[in-house]
């Protein structure tokens, strides 16, 4: 296989080019200095092995080289039709590509191949890779003397909510989208058109201009409602049908499955059987409900109780010390923080790096990572949850003294109750009822003692409320700040919304921009 090997030196013309570049694309500048080591014999190597050579087809370009328009494509955050242009008409473009001297205004790669490396780097997970070689190329660079950062490595995570790129939808439009996309794929494989197909498998509510068009009711009225999403499913079923004895190989390839698969599911967590007869809307939402066709991963999220937005999270893992984003992950919206950290874990680990501190919030908690570093006597700084444990005025949690060695908790009067770590600890309510600061502590029903609720990790929130006492450990908790702005970096660049569809391909995107995110780390400590 060819491999890029774009000149060290720089020319007179490439020199003022840069000198441009500089005032505005100043990573374009460091990518033209640096090149050759980010993407030396021995990555290009690595990159190399995502190809088989069968001896057919057209000699691919060199993985570097596209993988260096990637990160160029992420830096200008252009789409790829934009890239293929500027690859052949811009000369900051061609200068990094190494294709300056090449005459005319031919495109360094086509649209298709982009697609395609990108989907084979994805494949292999050379992404992570990508982001590797940023730490790699980091620790020979000058700026960074990592012989002199503080041997206790601080990371911190923080996490961002971004929407999906798919069209979310109600149950009645999601059943008609999958079912108009069956229609489609059944119309191109039988080469026929797409109205005859609706027409002659007997769903003629899909060649609408929209299903809820076609359907034509009073969607206040709750009969008509209910009539319209069964005549909607028993056409979807004579589809499902038609489409099957038609063409019965096709009916399980993809995309054709896919679509099927998606009513599927659609029928499954949104509809169930009417005491009438026939199907109705499921009361309540489903579990891991799917709220997209296009994107199948799309979740509902909360930033918080008032706040929902549709689509994934985002997790940054950053070094404190040396600003450089070492790991990250994407979670639909609906799951939990804590499930991201394993893979912040092994990526972490694949790097040699073990957090000695950990700055996270508090969703992070309970998470394996905050539980592997204080395993390995390391310290966990968040904020620790409030514990209220009462209505104003009253008791709270705090004024418990809580002795972690013996297992006990006192409550103001004195009495003296054991624990178990996440279990609820009732007091006596023989000794509550006459108390004299009953008044203060609980408004429980007579013959019932104050409780109080004890964290899993309750060692450790004893830990964090010390520390959030005391004005020199809030300027501790404050040094989080510096993650939130590396995220909120990260963000402005890519935008609220998802360029890519999938749980997977979103994770690629994030990998680049942490890696553009890095390499303008290295160009600003090196200049």
């Known amino acids: 296989m060819k491999r890029w090997s774009p000149p060290v030196e720089r020319n007179e013309r490439e ?30 190597l690595e990159m190399e092995g995502m190809y088989r050579d069968t001896g057919q087809g057209e000699e691919p370009q060199p993985p570097a080289l596209m993988c260096m328009a990637l990160l160029v494509q992420g830096y200008l955050q252009v789409s790829d039709a934009e890239a293929v242009r500027l690859s052949g008409t811009d000369n900051c473009w061609r200068m990094v590509l190494g294709t300056l001297k090449e005459k005319g205004d031919k495109p360094a790669f086509s649209q298709g191949g982009l697609q395609q490396f990108r989907e084979r780097l994805v494949r292999h997970e050379m992404d992570l890779r990508l982001l590797e070689r940023t730490i790699e190329l980091a620790k020979k660079t000058r700026g960074f003397d990592w012989k002199k950062l503080p041997k206790t490595l601080r990371v911190a995570v923080d996490s961002r909510p971004l929407a999906g790129a798919g069209r979310v939808e109600d149950t009645i439009n999601l059943l008609g989208h999958a079912g108009r996309k069956i ?43 209910a009539e319209a999403l069964n005549r909607l499913c028993d056409q979807l079923d004579r589809l499902s049908k038609w489409v099957a004895n038609r063409q019965a ?78 790991a990250v992950a994407v979670t639909p919206a609906n799951r939990p923080e804590e499930e991201s950290t394993p893979e912040l874990q092994e990526a972490m680990e694949r790097m040699g790096f073990t957090p000695k501190e950990l700055h996270i919030d508090r969703a992070f908690l309970n998470s394996s990572l905050a539980e592997a570093v204080v395993k390995a006597g390391g310290t966990v700084l968040c904020k620790p949850w409030k514990g209220a444990n009462g209505k104003p005025g009253l008791f709270g949690k705090r004024d418990f003294k809580i002795d972690i060695r013996s297992g006990t908790i006192t409550c103001p009067a004195g009495e003296v109750e054991p624990f178990e770590p996440g279990a609820v600890v009732e007091f006596d309510p023989e000794i509550c009822g006459p108390c004299w600061l009953r008044a203060k502590c609980t408004q429980a029903a007579s013959g019932r003692g104050r409780t109080v609720t004890m964290g899993d990790n309750e060692a450790l929130q004893k830990k964090l409320r010390r520390l959030q006492s005391t004005s020199t450990g809030r300027e501790k908790l404050r040094e989080r700040v510096a993650v939130e702005h590396g995220l909120a970096h990260l963000s402005n660049r890519q935008g609220p919304r998802a360029r890519y569809r999938g749980v997977r391909k979103n994770a690629f995107d994030l990998r680049r921009l942490s890696a553009i995110h890095n390499l303008e780390v290295i160009a600003r400590r090196a200049a």
């Not at 026939?278 to 509902?300: K, P």
Request: proline share 1%; hydrophobic share 40%.
């Open 183 to 225: 229609a489609e794929c059944a119309a191109e494989n039988l080469q026929m058109d797409f109205g005859d197909v609706c027409r002659l498998s007997g769903a003629p509510l899909l060649a609408g201009s929209s299903i809820k068009a076609a359907l034509d009711i009073d969607w206040g009225n709750v009969e008509e409602k």
């Open 249 to 326: 190989k096709e009916a399980t390839e993809f995309p054709l499955v896919k679509y099927i698969e998606a009513i599927a599911q659609v029928r499954n967590q949104d509809l169930e059987q009417a005491n009438t007869g026939g199907l109705q809307i499921r009361q309540g939402v489903a579990e891991d409900r799917r709220i997209s066709i296009e994107d199948a991963d799309m979740r509902h999220g909360r930033k918080s109780k008032s706040k929902r937005f549709n689509g994934y999270k985002q997790y940054v893992t950053t070094h404190m010390d040396a600003e450089l984003v070492l």
């Open 15 to 44: 020199g003022r080019l840069l000198k441009l570049a500089g005032r505005s694309r100043k990573l374009l500048v460091f990518l033209r200095g640096h090149r050759h080591e980010l993407f030396d014999d021995g990555f290009q």
